[in-house]
């Protein structure tokens, strides 16, 4: 019988099946950040237990630290919650990247970075968004406070019914200007915000074997996006190549890099038929995606009008966004673009975005920013004068943090101001209290940067 790259991984961890339904899963890797944890170590000290595999947890803050450099200021809930992270990392025995820290970033751009995200592992954070260390070949979840405090207790985890097996093969060759990003959005806007939900989905094919490391962990990163519990796809030589770099600390050298490549290299699907459901895309000819509501499922092509509503949902986004039917993408206004998030802060995406500002300049009237998903990050693009371009532009070059995906740590948006944003939610009130966001690409947002609309980066590149 045929099977699936996730009911392989899935099978070899789990420690036994549960009275009543469910299985208990091993652990590999548990990544922690300073929003979801703090009460999962009050639990822990309350019932006098230890974390029991403080070596397999990696601690970083990223959620709330001040991108611009300012100091911490513990009086506030973001200073707090840093503050609480540090004291239960130092009492716990578990490593922390915090502020400062050479190693810190974004907790899903650290892992992969630093050789902690491997092919074949089991890799959960209380965080939705740890589906992006599935591009690994990995099976990577978000789990709840009362989770994270089972597995640093139990390196273990309860989980419920197994999920299906959703393959998604996308075949075709993207064109110049056009992205990872732009894929995953596109099948979001084929699928619907809920269509992956019961799901964790495979993504395979042509345009997948080409893609960088850096888009296998956009397109993976949103698949949360469709309601999907993960996102997968299978290592390969590309995968292998990117964990053999000699940066990765934690990632397996020598004799130990070669039997972890001969032990998962079988961890793919042998055939489609095992997918217990299956979509195609076909990216040729895929043109830059923009989101224009309050789901990534609401998307057009960059030269697409805003459609007409299909049922309330639509209806409220629009109202909410300050649009009708009919507007045009490049009609839009924008106040502030923001370069940055789990799923657009790489080096690549950064190289990407600097293509197309480089001997250009900031629109008037426009808040510019990049935020590196990491110092690693950081540093190297200040090697390679990238920092240089995007400030000649008249961009706010920061420090390492998620910033202004998610508006909690000073990055916002003033009520009704409308951003073209690399990050993967255009949620109610994301980026601040009435606040209007547009998903788009590193490349877009640069071009957007450009002319302070909604643009195409084609012509820029």
């Known amino acids: 019988m045929s ?17 009543g339904g469910g299985v208990l899963l091993y652990i590999d890797r548990h990544l922690v950040h300073e929003v979801t944890s703090p009460q999962a170590f009050d639990g822990l000290r309350e019932r006098n237990r230890k974390v029991r ?25 973001s200073g707090k919650q840093l503050a609480a992270l540090r004291r239960n990392a130092e009492e716990f025995g578990v490593p922390l990247y915090g502020y400062g820290h050479e190693k810190q970033g974004i907790v899903h751009v650290i892992g992969p970075q630093l050789g902690i995200t491997l092919p074949g592992l089991t890799i959960v954070c209380g965080d939705s968004h740890t589906s992006t260390h ?30 299906r097996s959703l393959g998604i093969k996308i075949d075709g060759e993207l064109g110049h200007g056009v992205t990872a990003k732009d894929v995953i959005l596109a099948i979001i806007r084929k699928l619907g915000a809920g269509g992956g939900t019961g799901y964790v989905a495979e993504y395979y094919g042509s345009a997948i074997e080409k893609l960088p490391m850096s888009g296998r962990m956009t397109i993976c990163n949103m698949s ?27 990632a397996p050298k020598g004799a130990a890099f070669d039997e972890m490549v001969a032990d998962t ?26 989101t224009w509501g309050t789901t990534p499922a609401m998307t057009v092509d960059i030269d697409q009008p805003v459609p007409d509503p299909k049922d309330p949902a639509e209806q409220r986004a629009l109202m909410y966004m300050g649009l009708k039917a009919g507007d045009v993408p490049a009609e839009l206004a924008i106040n502030t673009v923001f370069i940055g998030s789990c799923t657009n802060s790489r080096i690549e995406d950064l190289r990407q975005a600097a293509s197309v500002v480089k001997g250009r300049k900031v629109a008037s009237g426009v808040r510019a920013m990049v935020v590196p998903g990491s110092e690693a990050v950081k540093r190297i693009a200040e090697q390679e004068g990238l920092d240089n371009i995007f400030k000649e532009a008249g961009f706010e070059w920061h420090r390492a943090g998620c910033s202004m995906c998610l508006g909690m740590n000073g990055d916002i948006l003033r009520p009704m101001e409308r951003s073209a944003s690399t990050s993967n939610r255009p949620y109610e009130g994301r980026q601040g209290p009435g606040s209007r966001t547009h998903l788009v690409s590193p490349m877009t947002a640069a071009a957007t940067a450009l002319t302070g609309k909604l643009t195409d980066p084609r012509p820029y590149l």
Not at 58 to 69: E, I, K, L, Q, R
Not at 135 to 160: P, Y
């Open 134 to 163: 599935g591009a690994f070949g990995a099976l990577a979840f978000g789990i709840g406070t009362t989770e994270v405090e089972h597995v640093l207790a139990t390196q273990t985890l309860r989980a419920g019914i197994k999920p």
């Open 3 to 19: 099977t699936t790259l996730f009911d392989k991984v899935w099978q070899r961890h789990v420690v036994t099946e549960l009275p």
């Open 224 to 250: 949360i996006e469709m309601g999907a519990r993960a996102g997968m796809i299978a290592p390969d030589d590309i995968t292998f190549e990117y964990i053999a770099a000699e940066d990765r600390p934690f």
């Open 53 to 77: 595999r403080p070596d397999l947890t990696f601690a970083t803050a990223d959620h709330n630290v001040p991108t611009d450099g300012r100091d911490i200021d513990e009086s506030t809930l």
């Open 265 to 290: 290299r079988f961890l793919r699907t042998e055939d489609a038929s095992a997918y217990d459901r299956h979509e195609v895309l076909d990216v040729h000819g895929l043109k830059p995606q923009v």
